[in-house]
């Protein structure tokens, strides 16, 4: 009988993540240990199948091999009865389960993530900046260094699981392994709880960070602060501080990726005649600009390289000078003559229209 596809097994699409595939894997062991059903012959071959599985997608260099040459690619692999399961995922299950060889220590907690919302405005985002923010987060107590117990002698090993962290269990041929209720797996207990932080160890304070915004970044972008969240909790490491950049619009610019666009009004006569125009660029620099005749509504002048910096790699985006004819609302009777005299002149054909049309409207 053919081997299934070890994705399909663990339900999973080709490009799962570790983190997906550990989770799947978790599901299926849950759901067809032997403890569920211990006469039910197609949980364990499940069950067995599912650990196969799992062997190969979680080892990088497996995956890569079966990915390419399919269960050939990895053959050798299986397992002949749970026993050997538990052997070659001693790691994985004690992870899952609390199965697994005795063990002392502490359970290192890694601290909290964090957001901070960061508004900068339009030429910050541009060429970036440096600021000091300031937000709260756990920080170690500095009355307990962080042990949570009033003094070192207050820290005695955990009588119920014998300052191991896990009690064990025997459940029909398996020995099942868990976390400790009474000290929560840290094999210890605060017998008097420190009063400044009560026993956590970390307690709620304001930080100043600076934080240097790299050019370029665009409303939304989040940046990565490693280490900058919440403190860990014995020995763990902390947490990571997420900054949100949201950018406030322009009165004047606008973006498009990397380009910058900004919008010139010019005369009917600068348009029909041409002429040189000056324009201001996103570093508050004049550029003169020259300005065809017969421009019309929508042209566009490119300056190059004067745009938002990328913001991986070298060079800039473009400057892009949108050209907008502006139509007078209202004309006197000698410039209403002037324009239908210059109509004429240029073969076009003046028609008197209604006031209710737009041509009435426009030579009211």
């Given at each position: 009988m053919a081997k299934r596809d070890y994705y399909d097994i663990l339900g999973v699409p080709t490009s799962a993540s570790p983190q997906d595939i550990k989770a799947a894997y978790r599901r299926a062991a849950i759901k067809y240990h032997p403890d569920r059903a211990p006469d039910c012959k197609e949980s364990e071959d499940k069950f067995k199948e599912a650990a196969e599985a799992y062997e190969v997608l979680s080892?990088?260099?497996?995956?890569?091999?079966?990915?390419?040459?399919?269960?050939?690619?990895?053959?050798?692999?299986?397992?002949?009865?749970?026993?050997?399961?538990?052997?070659?995922?001693?790691?994985?299950?004690?992870?899952?389960?609390?199965?697994?060889?005795?063990?002392?220590?502490?359970?290192?907690?890694?601290?909290?993530?964090?957001?901070?919302?960061?508004?900068?405005?339009?030429?910050?985002?541009?060429?970036?900046?440096?600021?000091?923010?300031?937000?709260?987060?756990?920080?170690e107590c500095h009355v307990c260094g962080g042990t949570g117990?009033?003094?070192?002698?207050?820290?005695?090993?955990?009588?119920?699981?014998?300052?191991?962290?896990?009690?064990?269990?025997?459940?029909?041929?398996f020995t099942i392994q868990t976390v400790c209720s009474s000290c929560n797996?840290?094999?210890?207990?605060?017998?008097?709880?420190?009063?400044?932080?009560?026993?956590?160890?970390?307690?709620?304070?304001?930080?100043?960070?600076?934080v240097k915004i790299p050019a370029g970044v665009e409303d939304g972008v989040k940046i990565r602060c490693a280490e900058k969240g919440g403190e860990g909790r014995r020995g763990g490491t902390a947490g990571d501080l997420y900054l949100v950049i949201s950018v406030v619009p322009s009165d004047t610019y606008v973006r498009d990726g990397y380009d910058i666009y900004v919008y010139f009004p010019v005369s009917i006569a600068t348009a029909a005649l041409g002429g040189d125009i000056k324009v201001e660029t996103i570093e508050g620099k004049e550029k003169s600009i020259k300005i065809p005749a017969g421009t019309q509504f929508g042209h566009k002048v490119r300056i190059p390289s004067a745009g938002v910096p990328f913001l991986r790699g070298s060079g800039r985006g473009d400057f892009i000078v949108f050209i907008q004819v502006m139509v007078p609302e209202k004309l006197n009777k000698e410039q209403k003559e002037l324009l239908e005299r210059l109509s004429v002149s240029l073969g076009h054909e003046v028609k008197k229209a209604s006031?209710?049309?737009?041509?009435?409207?426009?030579?009211?």
């Open positions: 080892d990088q260099e497996k995956r890569k091999r079966y990915d390419r040459f399919g269960h050939q690619g990895v053959s050798g692999g299986g397992f002949s009865d749970v026993s050997d399961i538990f052997s070659s995922f001693g790691s994985v299950f004690e992870d899952f389960f609390g199965m697994g060889s005795q063990r002392t220590g502490e359970r290192v907690q890694r601290g909290r993530d964090l957001r901070y919302d960061l508004e900068l405005d339009f030429k910050e985002s541009v060429f970036g900046v440096k600021k000091d923010i300031v937000y709260s987060k756990d920080v117990a009033k003094t070192p002698k207050d820290i005695v090993t955990c009588q119920v699981c014998d300052g191991t962290g896990h009690v064990r269990r025997s459940q029909g041929f797996g840290t094999g210890e207990r605060i017998e008097n709880p420190c009063g400044h932080c009560h026993g956590e160890g970390c307690v709620r304070d304001e930080v100043t960070l600076p006031s209710s049309s737009f041509l009435g409207r426009l030579f009211e």
